[in-house]
Antibody, heavy 115, light 113 residues
Framework: QVHLQESGPGLVTPSQTLSLTCTVS????????WSWIRQPAGKGLEWIGR???????EYNPSLGSRVTTSINTSRNQFSLKLSSVTAADTAIYYC?????????WGQGVQVIVSS | DIVMTQFPDSLPVSLGERATISCKSS????????????LAWYQQKPGQPPKLLIY???TRESGVPARFSGSGSGTDFTLTISSLQAEDVAVYFC?????????FGQGTKLEIK
C-alpha cells in the first residue's frame, strides 16, 4: 500500500520560507507526478503544484513565484518551498500522488504562520 | 481558472435513502480527443485527508463501495450514493483536472437527517 508522509515545521514566521518534505513508501517516485495541496481550517482545497522526476513542474499562478518544488529520487522524497509567507498561508498541507486525480494522500501537516 | 460549483452546500439524508450531490464547472472538462471527462470526486472525513472515490467522472476507485456512482459530462456532474450508510457522513468535493490550475468545488457536507 502506497504511503505518503509529510514532515516539516508546524510554525513559520511571517515573511519567512515554509519548507515541507513528503516521503513516499511502497511506490517509486520516478513513476508518477506528485502534488502539493493545501486546506485552510474548515475550508476547501487548493492545488499548489505538481512535479515529475523528469523535471517538469507546474504551479498555481495564485501563488505567483513564491512556490518551488524539488524531487530526490535517492530518498524517494519530494519537497515544497513557499517563500514570503503570511497568515493567509496557514493551512493543512497535503502531499499526494498524481498530476491529475490524486489517488494517494499523506495525512497532512498543519502549518501555522505566526510571529 | 475553471470554477467548480457544488450544490447543495449541506445535504441531510435519512439512512438508507439516496443522496445526490451536483457539481458544475464554468467550462467543459470533456477532452474531445479521448472523450474523457477530467472530473473526480473525493470524500473527506474529519481529521482525515480526502479519499478518491470516482475519476473520469464515472470510474469507481478500487475498493470504493458500489453504492457510490458518478455521472455527467461536459460541465454538469453528479455523485450519487444509492443507499446512505452512517459511515458516509463526510464532506464531498468535486475536482477538475482538465486544465491547470486544478480546482475543487467548495464541498458538500453530507449528514444524517
Amino acid at each position: 500500500q502506497v504511503h505518503l508522509q509529510e514532515s516539516g515545521p508546524g510554525l513559520v514566521t511571517p515573511s519567512q520560507t515554509l519548507s515541507l518534505t513528503c516521503t513516499v513508501s511502497d511506490a517509486s517516485i520516478s513513476s508518477y507526478y506528485w502534488s502539493w495541496i493545501r486546506q485552510p481550517a474548515g475550508k476547501g482545497l487548493e492545488w499548489i503544484g505538481r512535479i515529475h522526476v523528469s523535471g517538469s513542474t507546474e504551479y498555481n499562478p495564485s501563488l505567483g513565484s513564491r512556490v518551488t518544488t524539488s524531487i530526490n529520487t535517492s530518498r524517494n522524497q519530494f519537497s515544497l518551498k513557499l517563500s514570503s509567507v503570511t497568515a493567509a498561508d496557514t493551512a493543512i498541507y497535503y502531499c499526494a500522488r498524481g498530476g491529475g486525480q490524486f489517488d494517494h494522500w499523506g495525512q497532512g501537516v498543519q502549518v501555522i504562520v505566526s510571529s | 481558472d475553471i470554477v467548480m460549483t457544488q450544490f447543495p452546500d449541506s445535504l441531510p439524508v435519512s439512512l438508507g435513502e439516496r443522496a445526490t450531490i451536483s457539481c458544475k464547472s464554468s467550462q467543459t472538462v470533456l477532452y474531445s480527443s479521448n472523450n474523457k471527462n477530467y472530473l473526480a470526486w473525493y470524500q473527506q472525513k474529519p481529521g482525515q485527508p480526502p479519499k478518491l472515490l470516482i475519476y473520469w467522472a464515472s470510474t469507481r476507485e478500487s475498493g470504493v463501495p458500489a453504492r457510490f456512482s458518478g455521472s455527467g459530462s461536459g460541465t454538469d456532474f453528479t455523485l450519487t450514493i444509492s443507499s446512505l450508510q452512517a459511515e458516509d457522513v463526510a464532506v464531498y468535493f468535486c475536482h477538475q483536472y482538465y486544465s491547470t490550475p486544478f480546482t475543487f468545488g467548495q464541498g458538500t457536507k453530507l449528514e444524517i437527517k
